[in-house]
């Protein structure tokens, strides 16, 4: 029960914010609208992202201290898992921008600074693939990996702030304050961090265990 519990924690979150996003009430500001419901999902997609992006590169130094092709293995899907939840947080922002700035994709800083960081993270798949000795593979991966991380964080935290940007947060353009988001908003903002973020490990968790029947059949064979 005790390695169940967090899941359910998580399922039960998500059906909440799921809820209470659509039902509660929200600010009343020009532009955003309803629209502003969407921060429920957009914000936790890449909360989300960082979490397993996070747990990624930790094993992908463990791999490199240990060598142990479990940490290499746990690296790879947590890179996975996190590329899916980094395209669900393009394209709900996608969505946002088109009702509020006007078009999908307006080159704005921010969006082109995420497209540059997830073709660094799509490269990183690629480099995978394109190596077929493991031990090479997975030692090439992991040092790619540690470094493509923070350039990763100061592509979309550092980089958008430094020019004008139409992003929240960025480029002098104010993020949500407290005159934006009340407490409603919160109450539904804050476990959404929580419960996408449990999920993207457990989905990390369960590719993992997938992989890693895999790697043993492969062994065996």
């Known amino acids: 029960m005790y390695k169940t519990w967090w899941k359910v924690l998580a399922v039960v979150i998500i059906f909440y914010t799921l809820i209470a996003g659509f039902l509660l009430g929200v600010p009343r500001l020009e532009i955003l609208h309803e629209t502003i419901r969407n921060t429920y999902f957009h914000v936790p997609m890449w909360i989300a992202m960082f979490t397993v992006f996070t747990v990624s590169v930790i094993y992908s130094i463990k791999y490199l201290q240990t060598g142990k092709e479990e940490h290499d293995l746990i690296a790879v899907e947590a890179a996975n898992t996190g590329i899916f939840f980094f395209v669900l947080g393009l394209i709900t922002g996608m969505l946002w921008a088109k009702y509020t700035w006007g078009e999908f994709w307006s080159n704005d800083p921010k969006q082109n600074s995420a497209a540059i960081a997830f073709l660094l993270y799509c490269a990183y798949l690629v480099l995978r693939n394109s190596i077929d000795e493991e031990q090479k593979r997975a030692k090439i991966s992991a040092i790619?990996?540690?470094?493509?991380?923070?350039?990763?964080?100061?592509?979309?935290?550092?980089?958008?702030?430094?020019?004008?940007?139409?992003?929240p947060g960025n480029g002098g353009n104010p993020a949500f304050g407290k005159l934006d988001m009340d407490n409603r908003m919160r109450m539904v903002l804050y476990p959404a961090f929580i419960a996408w973020s449990l999920m993207a490990v457990w989905i990390a968790?369960?590719?993992?265990r997938i992989r890693l029947i895999e790697h043993k059949k492969n062994a065996i064979n």
């Open 205 to 208: 968790t369960i590719r993992y």
């Open 144 to 167: 790619y990996n540690i470094f493509a991380f923070p350039i990763m964080i100061v592509l979309i935290m550092v980089l958008p702030r430094m020019t004008d940007s139409l992003h």
